[in-house]
């Protein structure tokens, strides 16, 4: 379902689905809560979100991104709170298994891309870690700022290195077990959420090309960060279910 960008007054005024949202770059968290409403085909309002006003603020109760607001109902910006939204407002198609055990195991692994110190959180401290070292990552005073939001320190930087390794293992085998069984995706036999959150979140590794995803070469050269351990754990297997999501399930080019 396309979506067409709008300021804060005419989001405010709205009715149904808005969406504030991080913009120019394809972050993990906003391009996962896009994915999901355009499978569900949801029609929605995007905000760019603009870290200067203060409308915004007032508005969507804090300068973050996504930040998802259904009618008049407070607004939600865990990943796993705009994505039980979405399953409430379009139950079909669901993201989420029906049986209760798959439900868990889809629920489990999007948390350990999207949540707290999972993949995509951990990545986002090492690229701080590089942009306060000078050795690629974040530009300083970005690194700086998102250090400070994210809970950065060095020891948590150095913890999410190992972390990162083991995560994309653990993502990689899945995947590959599910390949022997028969499917093509992480849980059951169709799409999920898992699925949406893995190819969002490998844009902090590696970005889709800028032909389907404009950014700035600065940012670029951010995402692209390589380090050792990190490029070591990476399997092609991740990258080609990324490809198949975005030719099959998701919309490109990415509308940043």
Known sequence: ??????????????HGMRMVVVGGIPSPWSEAAKGIFHVKNLDWLAVRLDYESDALRAWAGQRSGPIAIWNDEPPRD???????????????????????????????????????QGLAWSRRLRLVQAGLDASGGFAPPVAKYVGRKYGYSPQAAEAASSRIADLLAM??????????????????????????????????????????????????????????????????????????????HLALPLAL
Request: glycine share 6%.
């Open 78 to 116: 865990r990943w796993i709170d705009i994505l039980l939204l979405a399953e409430r407002l379009a139950p079909s198609p669901s993201l989420l298994p029906g049986d209760a055990a798959e439900r868990a195991l889809a629920i489990g692994l999007s948390h350990e891309i999207m949540g707290e």
């Open 171 to 248: 993502l990689s085998s899945r995947l590959k077990a599910q390949r022997a069984a028969g499917s093509r995706y992480f849980v059951g036999n169709a799409p999920t959420a898992v699925d949406i959150y893995s190819a969002a979140a490998l844009a902090l590794f590696r970005p889709l090309p800028q032909d389907v995803c404009e950014m700035d070469a600065g940012t670029r050269a951010a995402f692209e960060l390589r380090e050792p351990q990190t490029d070591a754990a990476l399997d092609d297997v991740l990258l080609a279910h990324r490809e198949m999501m975005y030719r099959e």
């Open 1 to 14: 379902m396309p979506f067409r960008y709008v300021g804060v007054e005419e989001a405010k005024q709205a």
